[in-house]
């Protein structure tokens, strides 16, 4: 699946490739009254269409990063400051989540991490029994810290 701005992109190609042939054909109709009004008026709708377009899309806002960046940059601190390397695992792993989900679950991590003496492994995923939730765990190696919880995805979450 293509992002919107991608989309809005090609949308944008297409409309400045459709305005380009419509000026060239002008060019070679040369003579040719007919064929000069049809260039026109194909360049003229692609120009309306490009108009209406960008008026009705408007600014895109700006893409939200993915939810493994921040909990995996979060792991990194703690491996630099405890020297024990943590794992992540997140689910897909273009995750994006709004920024009150994205939060929460970076504070998660983040306390999580505070609590563990050992190697963490923390997974974040869609649950296999309900795609309306989302799975946080984190874990240490062996026996120890082990915790676990449910969220439920939003409107605004993007999966």
């Known amino acids: 699946m ?24 002008l060019r070679k109709a040369a003579g040719q009254p007919e064929l000069q009004a049809a260039a026109r008026e194909v360049e003229r709708q692609g120009a309306a269409i490009d108009r209406a ?5 408007g600014p895109l806002p700006p893409e939200r990063p993915t939810l493994r960046a921040p909990l995996h940059d979060w792991l990194e601190k703690w491996h630099d400051a405890a020297g024990a390397p943590g794992r992540l695992d997140v689910q897909p792993p273009d995750l994006r989540l709004s920024p009150g989900l994205s939060q929460t ?13 050992r190697p963490l492994f ?11 939730v989302l799975c946080w765990s984190a874990t240490e190696d062996g026996t120890g810290l082990r915790l676990a ?11």
Do not use: F, Y
């Open 53 to 57: 377009l960008r008026a009705l899309l």
């Open 2 to 25: 293509s992002s919107a701005a991608d989309r809005h992109e090609r949308i944008g190609q297409a409309l400045t490739a459709l305005r380009v042939n419509a000026a060239v054909l």
């Open 105 to 117: 679950l970076s504070r998660m991590t983040h306390d999580a991490l505070a609590l563990a003496t």
């Open 149 to 159: 919880a449910r969220l439920p995805l939003g409107a605004g979450d993007r999966r």
């Open 122 to 132: 923390v997974s974040v995923k869609i649950a296999d029994d309900d795609p309306a």
